[in-house]
């Protein structure tokens, strides 16, 4: 597509559910990033990809939280057991991955209410 | 956690009015970059700089970076009411190929 594409655009589940958050980033950009984002806040790093692999998950807040990039294009962010603490929204971002962090090119973002 | 502070917090002047806005950050970094998000919207970047740059412009954008002070600053000239958002400087540390964000200016342009 032309630019990233996030599902679902909201989502609203009750403590304890399991969720899962998708990102279709732009064809053919290899590094892949998801933030979170709290109201009145700026973003906060969550995991990185390039290619099939997280080259740094160390935003990652616990073991609740999980994501994948099996073919190294969609990615899914996945939170266990969610906690009314874990609602904020959800921004993935995709770029060439060439050289150092250039332009990243953001979807609009999941907004997750846990109630 | 986040690395960058930003400055002012909020800034709300008239329009064609000149912005400035203000980043500071603690470590080395390879790159600084400026992003500007509209209410409930994605982040759009902006303009890049790199750490051997001392100023860019893009447009009514100048960026300057003052790597000694670990500071960078955003200027807007002759703002326009489609200028309000909020404004995000992200930074990309020497080892590091992330960037982390400040906590943002929220900017009005008043008609």
């Known amino acids: 597509g032309a630019g990233v594409s996030q599902t679902p655009s909201n989502k609203v589940t009750e403590k304890g559910k399991y969720v899962e958050l998708r990102c279709d980033p732009i064809s053919g950009h290899t590094a892949l990033y998801w933030y979170r984002q709290s109201l009145g806040q700026g973003p906060e790093f969550l995991i990185y990809?390039?290619?099939?692999?997280?080259?740094?998950d160390s935003g990652l807040p616990n073991d609740r939280f999980f994501a994948v990039r099996p073919e190294g294009s969609v990615s899914t962010l996945k939170i266990q057991r969610t906690e009314r603490g874990d609602s904020a929204v959800y921004l993935c971002?995709?770029?060439?991955?060439?050289?150092?962090?250039?332009?990243?090119?953001f979807g609009e973002g999941s907004r997750l209410t846990v109630l | 956690s986040q690395q960058g502070e930003e400055d002012p917090q909020a800034l709300s002047i008239q329009e064609g009015e000149n912005a400035t806005m203000n980043c500071s950050y603690k470590?080395?970094?390879?790159?600084l970059q400026w992003y500007r998000q509209n209410s409930g919207r994605g982040l759009v970047h902006l303009i890049l700089?790199?750490?051997?740059?001392r100023e860019k412009h893009s447009g009514r954008l100048r960026v300057t970076l003052d790597t000694s002070k670990k500071s960078s600053s955003l200027l807007i000239t002759a703002s326009r009411a489609a200028d309000t958002a909020s404004y995000f400087c992200?930074?990309?540390?020497?080892?590091?190929?992330?960037?982390?964000f400040g906590q943002g200016t929220r900017l009005t342009i008043n008609p």
């Open positions: 470590t080395s970094i390879n790159n």
């Open positions: 700089i790199r750490s051997n740059e």
């Open positions: 992200a930074t990309e540390f020497q080892g590091a190929q992330k960037l982390v």
């Open positions: 990809f390039q290619g099939t692999g997280a080259a740094d």
């Open positions: 971002a995709s770029s060439t991955g060439l050289g150092d962090t250039g332009e990243l090119f």
